[in-house]
Nanobody, 126 residues
Framework: QVQLVESGGGLVQAGDSLSLSCAASGRAFSNSAMGWFRRAPGKEREFVAA????????YYADSVKGRFTISRNNARSTVYLQMNGLKPEDTAVYYC???????????????????WGQGTQVTVSS
């Protein structure tokens, strides 16, 4: 079992930056690949970014590529999402997720992830 707690969301203006954190507890964080997803109002949950357990592999949705950066600190059992150049369309609840099934790969589909946080709201005003 892995417990995930996101933090760092808030209200910002377009063009601003925000950094999200996801602290993990329970089973070995270092054996899990991690992902960030988001759900905007009235829309389906969508993939944002993912990182393998050894940091070798990262992957981003086209909509955030070049603006967002995913990273992790296994010693602190924390995964981060640095978001730069925020746009109003980035407004959503952001969730972190963990999977132990394929820790050396990056997965874009939510079905691969076994553990989810409660989410943190990010609102970008125009």
């Amino acid at each position: 079992q892995v417990q995930l707690v996101e933090s760092g969301g808030g209200l910002v203006q377009a063009g601003d930056s925000l950094s999200l954190s996801c602290a993990a507890s329970g089973r070995a964080f270092s054996n899990s690949a991690m992902g960030w997803f988001r759900r905007a109002p009235g829309k389906e949950r969508e993939f944002v970014a993912a990182i393998s357990r050894d940091v070798r592999n990262t992957y981003y949705a086209d909509s955030v590529k070049g603006r967002f950066t995913i990273s992790r600190n296994n010693a602190r059992s924390t995964v981060y999402l640095q978001m730069n150049g925020l746009k109003p369309e980035d407004t959503a609840v952001y969730y972190c997720a963990a999977t132990e099934r394929y820790p050396d790969y990056v997965k874009t589909q939510a079905a691969w992830y076994d553990y989810w946080g409660q989410g943190t709201q990010v609102t970008v005003s125009s």
